[in-house]
C-alpha cells in the first residue's frame, strides 16, 4: 500500500471513531509502528489531527477550512448520491463553473461520462490534475495557489472568471441557515464563487444533510441567488417551505 493510500485509510478511520491508535493501525496496514506515527505527524501538520499518547484525534469544527483530502474522503457515499441528482440537470454542451470542493468533484466524475462536450472553467487543481485526459474542454482561472484548499484564488483567478459567462455555477458550501444565508469556511474562494454565480445563469448548490442549520464564517451568497439545492436526505418540513418561498427548487432522494 502507498503512503498516500494509507493516509487516506487513516482519515477514513478517524471520521469513524473520531480516533485511532497507533498499535492498531501498525497492526491494520502490516506497518511499523513509527511509520504510522509519521503519517500521523503529517496529518497533524495539516491541522487534521492532534496527536497524543498512543494514537490521535481528529479535527473537525464547523468553520474549519479543512485540507481537500479530508473533505475527499468524508461523506462519500452522500456526495455520491447528490451527484446522481444532479445528473437531469446538465445538458451535453452545457459550460460550468465550478468551486473546489469534493461534493463537485464527484458530481463531474459522473459527468464526464454521462455528458458530450462539456465545457468547465475551475479554480480546482484537483479537477485540472484528475481531468487532464478528459474529452471535455478545461479551463483553469490560473491565479495564486491555496496548498491546503488545492485551489487557485486572487485577482488573475478573478479576471479570468469574469471573461465567461456560462449556463451553470456548481458550489458546495459550508452551512445554510434560515438568518443566515448561505456561508462558507474562507474569503477568498467565497468571494470567487460570488463572481462565478454573477456569471453564470443558473447556480446549483449541491450540499449533505448536515449543511443544514449550520453556519461558516464568510457569507457567501443570498439564497435569491441559487436555483437549485441538491441535498441527500429529505430537510425538515420547515426547509422545504422556506426554500419553495425562496423559488429554490430541492432535489434529494
Not at 33 to 40: F, G, N, V, Y
Not at 109 to 123: C, F, G, H, P, Q
Not at 221 to 237: A, C, G, V
Request: charged share 25%; with cysteine; hydrophobic share 35%.
Amino acid at each position: 500500500m502507498k503512503a498516500f493510500e494509507r493516509k487516506e485509510k487513516i482519515i477514513q478511520e478517524l471520521h469513524r471513531h473520531k480516533k485511532v491508535l497507533v498499535s492498531q493501525l501498525a497492526a491494520s496496514f502490516e506497518v511499523t509502528e513509527e511509520t504510522i506515527r509519521r503519517d500521523l505527524e503529517k496529518l497533524e501538520q495539516e491541522g487534521i489531527v492532534t496527536r497524543n499518547y498512543g494514537g490521535a484525534v481528529l479535527n473537525v469544527h464547523i468553520n474549519d477550512d479543512l485540507p481537500y483530502q479530508t473533505r475527499n474522503t468524508h461523506n462519500i457515499d452522500e456526495k455520491r448520491t447528490i451527484a446522481s441528482l444532479l445528473l437531469p440537470l446538465i445538458n451535453d454542451e452545457d459550460t460550468l463553473m465550478t468551486d473546489t470542493s469534493s461534493t463537485v468533484f464527484e458530481a463531474l466524475k459522473i459527468l464526464e461520462s454521462e455528458r458530450d462536450n462539456l465545457t468547465i472553467i475551475t479554480n480546482s487543481v484537483i479537477i485540472l490534475n484528475e481531468f487532464n485526459q478528459t474529452s471535455h474542454a478545461i479551463i483553469s482561472t490560473g491565479g495564486s495557489l491555496r496548498p491546503k484548499a488545492s485551489s487557485l484564488i486572487g485577482p488573475v483567478a478573478r479576471q479570468a472568471i469574469q471573461n465567461y459567462n456560462v449556463d451553470i455555477a456548481l458550489f458546495s458550501c459550508k452551512g445554510i441557515s434560515m438568518m443566515g444565508g448561505i456561508t462558507d469556511s474562507n474569503e477568498p474562494e467565497s468571494e470567487l464563487k460570488q463572481v462565478m454565480n454573477q456569471q453564470a445563469r443558473q447556480t446549483i448548490l449541491l450540499i449533505d444533510s448536515s449543511k443544514f442549520d449550520s453556519i461558516g464564517f464568510v457569507k457567501m451568497l443570498e439564497f435569491k441567488q441559487i436555483s437549485y439545492i441538491i441535498t441527500d436526505h429529505r430537510p425538515s418540513d420547515e426547509w422545504i417551505s422556506f426554500l419553495e418561498n425562496h423559488d429554490i427548487t430541492l432535489l434529494h432522494p
